[in-house]
T-cell receptor
Framework: GQNIDQPTEMTATEGAIVQINCTYQTSGFNGLFWYQQHAGEAPTFLSYNVLDGLEEKGRFSSFLSRSKGYSYLLLKELQMKDSASYLC??????????FGDGTTLTVKP | NAGVTQTPKFRILKIGQSMTLQCTQDMNHNYMYWYRQDPGMGLKLIYYSVGAGITDKGEVPNGYNVSRSTTEDFPLRLELAAPSQTSVYFC??????????????FGEGSWLTVV
């Protein structure tokens, strides 16, 4: 099966940088996704990594190390609207996509 | 742009009742998924399908059934509703191959309460 771990909660200050870590154990790895989910809404896509390294998209970056089973999501210049849950999801070449329990990020003024 | 559409958005069921959550996508995606999300928790995979006529169990399939007669539709059936099935249900779809997984697109969610 798959095992995905990420911190339950994090707090950061507006304008700061925060890094949300995700570790996973899986067989047949076929990619890792990060999703953002605001309360009462569906998850929305943030980033996708299938090869090792850093993917940058504006204020959001995601890093993957397949050998270590490790990824992180980096959020820069935090805004109040970034307060949300951030979900790490691993996909396999058998078609399964498994999500972690999510990290609830609170951005304070 | 419809994307993934699921209905109903809200439903209250009595214990033992049955119902079907409908899901349809218009993106010609081969993969479709049903997840449930309990308060403060992540998404748990109930069932998924890699194409029409093919379905497979996820992490928490007990108490549910699915079918995939067409590429577009992937309904989720609850046969005998139990309070433990009170949750938010998300249908999702993606285009995936063995060497590539595309973004998963989610429906807006269905809030189900069993009393």
């Amino acid at each position: 099966g798959q095992n995905i771990d990420q911190p339950t909660e994090m707090t950061a200050t507006e304008g700061a940088i925060v890094q949300i870590n995700c570790t996973y154990q899986t067989s047949g790895f076929n990619g890792l996704f990060w999703y953002q989910q605001h309360a009462g809404e569906a998850p929305t896509f943030l980033s996708y990594n299938v090869l090792d390294g850093l993917e940058e998209k504006g204020r959001f970056s995601s890093f993957l190390s397949r050998s270590k089973g490790y990824s992180y999501l980096l959020l820069k210049e935090l805004q109040m609207k970034d307060s949300a849950s951030y979900l790490c999801a691993v996909t396999t070449n058998a078609g399964k996509s498994t999500f972690g329990d999510g990290t609830t990020l609170t951005v304070k003024p | 742009n419809a994307g993934v559409t699921q209905t109903p958005k809200f439903r209250i069921l009595k214990i033992g009742q049955s119902m079907t959550l409908q899901c349809t996508q218009d993106m010609n995606h081969n993969y479709m998924y049903w997840y449930r999300q309990d308060p403060g928790m992540g998404l748990k995979l109930i069932y998924y399908s890699v194409g029409a006529g093919i379905t497979d169990k996820g992490e928490v399939p007990n108490g549910y059934n699915v079918s995939r007669s067409t590429t577009e539709d992937f309904p989720l059936r609850l046969e005998l509703a139990a309070p433990s099935q009170t949750s938010v249900y998300f249908c999702a779809s993606s285009y995936s191959r063995r060497d590539m997984t595309d973004t998963i697109y989610f429906g807006e969610g269905s809030w189900l309460t069993v009393v």
